[in-house]
Every structure is written in C-alpha cells, then in structure tokens.
C-alpha cells in the first residue's frame, strides 16, 4: 500500500522559512515525477512545484518561484519543498503528490497518489 506522509508544516511569521518533506513507502518512486499542491480554504488546490525523476527538471507556479525550492533524494523516496521569504498568501495546506509517469504536469487530476497534508500558516 503506497503511502506518502508530510511534515514540516507550522506556523511561522511572515518572512519566514520553512521545509516540508514528504516520505513515500509500499513503492519506490525514482522514476517518477512528484511535486506539491496547496489548498488554502475556499479555493481550489493548486500547484506549487514539481520535479522529474532525477531532481534535472523542475517547474513553479509563478508566484513561488524564486522563493520555494523543490528537491529530491531518491535513496530516500523523499521529496521536499524548501520555503522562504514567506508570505501570509501562502498559507494553506501542502500536499504531497506522485505521477508515475515522467512528465512533469500542473494539473491535480494527472497526479496518482497523495499525500493526507499539512497545514502552513504564515502570520502577517
């Protein structure tokens, strides 16, 4: 049974930083694409960041890039999101999420397995 559990979420003041990990087990996921969604309440999910197998390829949603950083360490079936320079328009519920296949996609539906979340809060 596959599962991907995050951590790392908090609270924390606007400015601020903060990493999320999310370790997958019951398969090994080297191969494919994994990425974060958020969701904050009242809006859809949506993207955050991705990145293809081997960490070569990345891709952000627009108003992240430059201040999240998306990695990977395969030997650890582990995918994280570095966050900086935090704003409270950030704040919502991470999601950690696996496509099998290789390419690297925004939308929710093209993702395979989830994670169950985790809540940042960024205080003004």
């Known amino acids: 049974q596959v599962q991907l559990v995050e951590s790392g979420g908090g609270l924390v003041q606007a400015g601020g930083s903060l990493r999320l990990s999310c370790a997958a087990s019951?398969?090994?996921?080297?191969?494919?694409?994994m990425g974060w969604f958020r969701q904050a309440p009242g809006k859809e999910r949506e993207f955050v960041a991705a990145?293809?197998?081997?960490?070569?390829?990345?891709y952000y949603e627009a108003s992240v890039k430059g201040r999240f950083a998306i990695s990977r360490d395969n030997a650890k079936n582990t995918v994280y999101l570095q966050m900086n320079s935090l704003k409270p328009e950030d704040t919502a519920v991470y999601y950690c999420?696996?496509?099998?296949?290789?390419?690297?996609?925004?939308?929710?539906?093209?993702?395979?397995?989830w994670g169950q979340g985790t809540q940042v809060t960024v205080s003004s």
């Open positions: 999420t696996v496509q099998v296949r290789a390419g690297i996609v925004t939308i929710a539906s093209e993702y395979d397995y």
């Open positions: 019951g398969r090994t996921f080297s191969r494919s694409t």
């Open positions: 990145l293809n197998w081997n960490g070569a390829r990345t």
